[in-house]
């Protein structure tokens, strides 16, 4: 069992940047691929990046590439995701979720066993 709990979320303006952190307790964190998701109202869940156990490779959406970064700290088991230029349509709530199941950055939602209860990222115009 993983626990994993988002924070960072909140209100910025376009433009601006926030970081997201995910703090995983339970299981070994590096045992884990993890990932971060988003979901927009009426809209599905979305990958927007994912990083390998040991952190040696990232994915990314295309549609947050060069702006979005995610990062990693098996030390303090925690995984971070930096969001820089946010956009209004970057608005969702942000998940993270960690997959035991896969040795890469995998992009697929199904891969992951262990989700976040979620945090809000809003961008205004």
């Known amino acids: 069992q993983v626990q994993l709990v988002e924070s960072g979320g909140g209100l910025v303006q376009a433009g601006g940047s926030l970081r997201l952190s995910c703090a995983a307790s339970?299981?070994?964190?590096?045992?884990?691929?993890m990932g971060w998701f988003r979901q927009a109202p009426g809209k599905e869940r979305e990958f927007v990046a994912a990083i390998t156990r040991s952190g040696g490779n990232t994915n990314y959406a295309d549609f947050v590439k060069g702006r979005f970064t995610i990062s990693r700290d098996n030390a303090e088991n925690t995984v971070y995701l930096q969001m820089n230029s946010l956009k209004p349509e970057d608005t969702a709530v942000y998940y993270c979720?960690?997959?035991?199941?896969?040795?890469?950055?995998?992009?697929?939602?199904?891969?992951?066993?262990?989700w976040g209860q979620g945090t809000q990222v809003t961008v205004s115009s």
């Open positions: 339970g299981r070994t964190f590096s045992s884990y691929a």
């Open positions: 979720a960690s997959s035991s199941g896969v040795l890469t950055a995998t992009p697929s939602i199904g891969a992951y066993n262990y």
